[in-house]
């Protein structure tokens, strides 16, 4: 069938060309694209079908036709609507649908072939395959299709990826993106409801994260997570890598070290909130009357500063509530606790709150506050306030600045102070109280152990009205150091304590 | 036997090489009239100083057209035809196949090979070849649709009449069915049981239609055994009471 003409410089083969008349079998292109590196010889088994999920689209079998739920000439109706708005819906063609081919079965590869349209509009493409009599054989091609290879991994919906875009700038770890949604959709599986929270939560906490948002955060359980790792990441400038690998590594902490991540720094924004100042210790815990006195003094030591703190508390309780229902159980335990403390707080002072709050005159009582707290209430806190003192003193040493910041530490130097109050009202927290403390001016005329012996003999006082007394303009003192320094008198003198009008008065008896 | 769906791979295993060749529109209208075992023509392959000249070469038989319409000389289609060869790069193209059963195309899918080579068929320019162009330019100016003069007005749709044929139908109809009287109470509830086993919606002007009774009366009936629901789907329709209907299985009344 091939006739050789030999010349000079050219030879020539001639193949006669049949274009065959049989049409069972059609020809169509498949195209990949070639950065997808496609080898059809490797393949050892594959699939293909048409991908028909538009057909229902097509289709409109929505509605029922007869029996229950169907209405008498609804598909008359339908129609004559659909003409009269002029609505053409195309037709459903098998033909046209896209492909799926499945290579090497479930492990392999997945393509998704859709129709070029256009191709056969102008020009025939044909197919010229050699016979093995040489001759060639030209078959038309019917449709092109391109094939594009379906990602197998877990994309981003829409949604979230929006989000992500809007957070591109801050996120510096990519990796950790899928690994909390698929954190997230574990969750989901397990529990709904509680899951849906802590997803909601959680997102809100790594949103809140990486864009440093405010948050409202207990700092107590902030504290006891960093007090887990307290050796691992107290980086402070919430740098995200360190933490967010940390929380690769363990995935049941995930949430607890997103949450301190955000807390850390946050709980270090917020020093000004004086959310804080509700830490208090349990009131009612048995503790040393002197401290019981001490804390009615910090309470009690300004008109402000006391309605400051049930302000806090206020809030705190609020807190509470609102965390409760997105916390671990591990943590709604700890919650209430401090909503135990918080309600013995308020029932003690029993004043009327007022909204403005200071931060300096908050994160100075809160401190003096702290330094003479009682006892933990319970057994737990204490173990935890052991490991609370050493992040806290990590907290600190960062953290070396005014008062207001300093006041950040006071959650974690109220609870360390818990334990050891009665010796040294102190602990190892704040530096202000204690310079306070170790230097108290009670040189000064006015704030003495026997000033406030006489007013205590004449008639039985409130810590609140000891303080007016003792008002900083004339003693030359700070309201902290007032209120430390008349602490550590109060709890030398031991006087005796009777309840007038709901309030806790101080006397002696000479 | 291969199932549905699975693909035959010998022709991929064996790396057949195919070629894509992009062919003109009159070539392959005039291909498609191959009598016999469809031979069109022959194709030399000759290299000429290390490259690759490739033409094709129309069967005589196969150059004329018949031409449609007016002209009565035939045009013809050049007979050279060399190939531009071009490279697959950017894309790799296989080739696959789908055999038809009689009914449905897409049962036996088979992979038959890769295209190694492609290539346009362009045709050598000729006289006769513009001529042919030239035709096909015509042909395709010609707009689709044609405004026509008439000489004379087309009168034989809308004759003046006294009363549309319809009209006078409609009312000796109406005349003869006269007013709707009130049927038996009992026999009305049959029908309309009966009708809301087939539907559960109904607009109360299709039921007057069915129970061709007065709408005051079918509405008294409606509201003893039925119940209108201004639905955020059916528009105001009527349905059974729930403890009238049983849609689920079999129909029963209960009454």
């Given at each position: 069938m091939c006739v050789s003409q030999g010349s000079s410089s050219s030879s020539a083969t001639e193949y006669i060309v049949r274009v065959p008349k049989n049409t069972s079998k059609r020809y169509s292109i498949m195209a990949f694209n070639a950065g997808d590196k496609v080898n059809c010889s490797t393949w050892t088994q594959a699939r293909m079908e048409r991908d028909m999920s538009n057909k229902r689209m097509y289709s409109e079998e929505e509605t029922v036709e007869s029996g229950a739920g169907s209405e008498f000439g609804k598909k008359q109706r339908e129609e004559a609507r659909r003409k009269k708005f002029?609505?053409?819906?195309?037709?459903?063609?098998?033909?046209?649908?896209?492909?799926?081919?499945?290579?090497?079965?479930?492990?392999?590869?997945?393509?998704?072939?859709?129709?070029?349209?256009?191709?056969?509009?102008?020009?025939?493409?044909?197919?010229?395959?050699?016979?093995?009599?040489?001759?060639?054989?030209?078959?038309?091609?019917?449709?092109?299709?391109?094939?594009?290879?379906?990602?197998?991994?877990?994309?981003?919906?829409?949604?979230?990826?929006?989000?992500?875009?809007?957070?591109?700038?801050?996120?510096?770890?990519?990796?950790?993106?899928?690994?909390?949604?698929?954190?997230?959709?574990?969750?989901?599986?397990?529990?709904?409801?509680?899951?849906?929270?802590?997803?909601?939560?959680?997102?809100?906490?790594?949103?809140?994260?990486?864009?440093?948002?405010?948050?409202?955060?207990?700092?107590?359980?902030?504290?006891?997570?960093?007090?887990?790792?307290?050796?691992?990441?107290?980086?402070?400038?919430?740098?995200?890598?360190?933490?967010?690998?940390?929380?690769?590594?363990?995935?049941?902490?995930?949430?607890?070290?997103?949450?301190?991540?955000?807390?850390?720094?946050?709980?270090?924004?917020?020093?000004?909130?004086?959310?804080?100042?509700?830490?208090?210790?349990?009131?009612m815990s048995d503790e040393s009357s002197s401290c019981v006195m001490c804390s009615g003094i910090d309470e009690a030591s300004e008109s402000e500063e006391e309605s400051e703190e049930e302000r806090p508390n206020e809030e705190e309780g609020k807190e509470e509530a609102e965390e409760e229902g997105k916390k671990t159980p591990v943590q709604q335990e700890k919650k209430k606790r401090r909503g135990s403390v918080l309600r013995a707080l308020q029932s003690a002072p029993g004043k009327k709150r007022t909204p403005p709050k200071r931060a300096g005159g908050r994160g100075s009582g809160g401190s003096s506050r702290t330094g003479s707290r009682p006892g933990t209430p319970s057994m737990d806190s204490a173990s935890t306030s052991n490991t609370l003192r050493a992040a806290a003193s990590k907290l600190e040493q960062g953290k070396r600045q005014t008062p207001g910041a300093s006041s950040s530490d006071t959650p974690a130097a109220k609870r360390l102070k818990m334990e050891p109050s009665p010796q040294s009202p102190s602990g190892k927290a704040t530096p202000q109280p204690t310079s306070g403390k170790s230097t108290p001016s009670s040189s000064d005329v006015q704030l003495t152990e026997d000033a406030v012996r006489r007013y205590l003999i004449r008639k039985p006082m409130t810590t609140k009205d000891l303080l007016k007394k003792f008002q900083t303009k004339r003693t030359g003192l700070s309201s902290e150091q007032t209120v430390n320094v008349l602490a550590q008198i109060l709890k030398r003198l031991n006087p005796e304590r009777k309840n007038i009008n709901d309030k806790m008065h101080f006397y002696l008896t000479e | 036997m291969s199932e549905k769906g699975e693909v035959d791979l010998t022709g991929a295993k064996q790396n057949t090489g195919v070629w894509l060749v992009k062919v003109p529109k009159y070539l392959s209208q005039q291909w498609a009239k191959a009598q016999g075992r469809g031979e069109v023509g022959k194709l030399r392959i000759s290299k000429n100083q290390g490259k690759a000249e490739v033409s094709f070469t129309l069967n005589e038989e196969l150059t004329v057209i018949d031409s449609v319409g007016d002209k009565g000389s035939q045009v013809h289609v050049p007979r050279e035809h060399p190939f531009t060869m071009q490279m697959v790069g950017g894309q790799t193209l296989a080739v696959f196949?789908?055999?038809?059963?009689?009914?449905?195309?897409?049962?036996?899918?088979?992979?038959?090979?890769?295209?190694?080579?492609?290539?346009?068929?362009?045709?050598?320019?000729?006289?006769?070849?513009?001529?042919?162009?030239?035709?096909?330019?015509?042909?395709?100016?010609?707009?689709?649709?044609?405004?026509?003069?008439?000489?004379?007005?087309?009168?034989?749709?809308?004759?003046?009449?006294?009363?549309?044929?319809?009209?006078?139908?409609?009312?000796?109809?109406?005349?003869?069915?006269?007013?709707?009287?009130?049927?038996?109470?009992?026999?009305?509830?049959?029908?309309?049981?009966?009708?809301?086993?087939?539907?559960?919606?109904?607009?109360?002007?299709?039921?007057?239609?069915?129970?061709?009774q007065p709408v005051t009366f079918l509405k008294e009936i409606l509201r003893d055994i039925g119940i209108y629901n201004i639905k955020g789907t059916h528009k105001n329709t009527w349905e059974l009471r729930p403890e009238y209907r049983h849609y689920q299985g079999e129909a029963e009344k209960s009454d």
């Open positions: 002029g609505i053409v819906t195309r037709e459903f063609r098998a033909e046209d649908q896209p492909w799926i081919l499945k290579v090497n079965g479930k492990a392999g590869r997945r393509f998704k072939g859709q129709k070029k349209g256009g191709v056969t509009e102008n020009a025939s493409y044909y197919i010229f395959t050699q016979c093995p009599d040489g001759a060639f054989e030209a078959f038309p091609v019917h449709g092109w299709y391109n094939f594009t290879p379906q990602a197998k991994h877990r994309t981003l919906t829409a949604e979230e990826a929006e989000e992500e875009w809007g957070r591109r700038n801050k996120v510096v770890n990519h990796f950790s993106i899928m690994l909390q949604r698929r954190l997230r959709e574990q969750e989901r599986g397990e529990d709904e409801e509680e899951d849906g929270e802590k997803a909601g939560k959680k997102k809100k906490k790594k949103k809140g994260d990486k864009g440093s948002d405010l948050r409202i955060h207990d700092l107590d359980d902030d504290l006891e997570i960093s007090s887990d790792d307290s050796d691992s990441s107290l980086a402070e400038d919430g740098e995200s890598k360190p933490k967010v690998k940390k929380e690769n590594d363990k995935k049941g902490k995930g949430k607890k070290k997103k949450r301190k991540k955000g807390s850390d720094s946050e709980a270090l924004e917020d020093s000004d909130d004086g959310d804080f100042e509700g830490l208090e210790v349990d009131y | 196949t789908e055999t038809s059963s009689g009914k449905a195309w897409g049962d036996k899918i088979a992979l038959e090979g890769v295209v190694v080579q492609r290539a346009e068929c362009r045709p050598a320019v000729s006289d006769s070849y513009m001529r042919l162009k030239r035709l096909q330019i015509e042909e395709s100016s010609k707009p689709m649709r044609l405004s026509q003069q008439l000489d004379k007005a087309v009168t034989t749709n809308y004759k003046p009449v006294a009363n549309h044929a319809y009209n006078v139908e409609y009312e000796r109809r109406k005349k003869e069915e006269g007013k709707r009287a009130r049927g038996d109470k009992q026999q009305v509830l049959d029908m309309l049981f009966s009708a809301f086993e087939k539907h559960q919606y109904y607009n109360i002007k299709d039921l007057v239609d069915i129970t061709k």
